[in-house]
């Protein structure tokens, strides 16, 4: 028995060769696991559709835009930007198919052109040029 334990010629090749198939389990497992995370978070972005259809300046502080959801999953906006400023807005969350007008608290001045950005909570943004009305 003692001969049979002092022989270790063929302990080393095993121990390494199980120890690679386990360093190379674990690491696929982490590649499978980031990779489903990132595709499962774009497959998201992509289904979010979001187009604005109409602008009306309203009031002197006051822009409403008709907003339509036309992608297969329910969209929350986040955020409104009208030339780079953050504005404050009606919260607005559409369901797929849906559409809503979204009215945002901003002066505007007649015949002047305006960026309006509409961020969704997913970070898809849609943004264009309105241009006042005389």
Do not use: C
């Not at 198939?21 to 972005?45: C, E, P, W």
Request: avoid cysteine.
């Amino acid at each position: 028995m003692r001969k049979l334990l002092r022989n270790k010629k063929g302990v080393s090749p095993v121990l390494s060769s199980l120890l690679l198939t386990v360093i190379a389990v674990a690491g696929m497992s982490i590649a499978v696991s980031a990779t489903y995370v990132i595709t499962n978070g774009l497959h998201d972005n992509m289904s979010e559709r979001v187009i604005v259809e109409d602008v009306w300046f309203n009031s002197t502080d006051q822009i409403s835009v008709y907003v339509r959801n036309i992608g297969r999953i329910k969209i929350d906006i986040d955020a409104v930007y009208v030339n780079q400023m953050r504005q404050d807005f009606t919260s607005l969350e559409l369901e797929e198919g849906k559409h809503g007008w979204l009215t945002i608290t901003s002066s505007w001045s007649p015949d002047t052109e305006y960026e309006i950005k509409i961020v969704t909570g997913r970070g898809t943004i849609v943004a264009d040029y309105y241009i006042s009305p005389p």
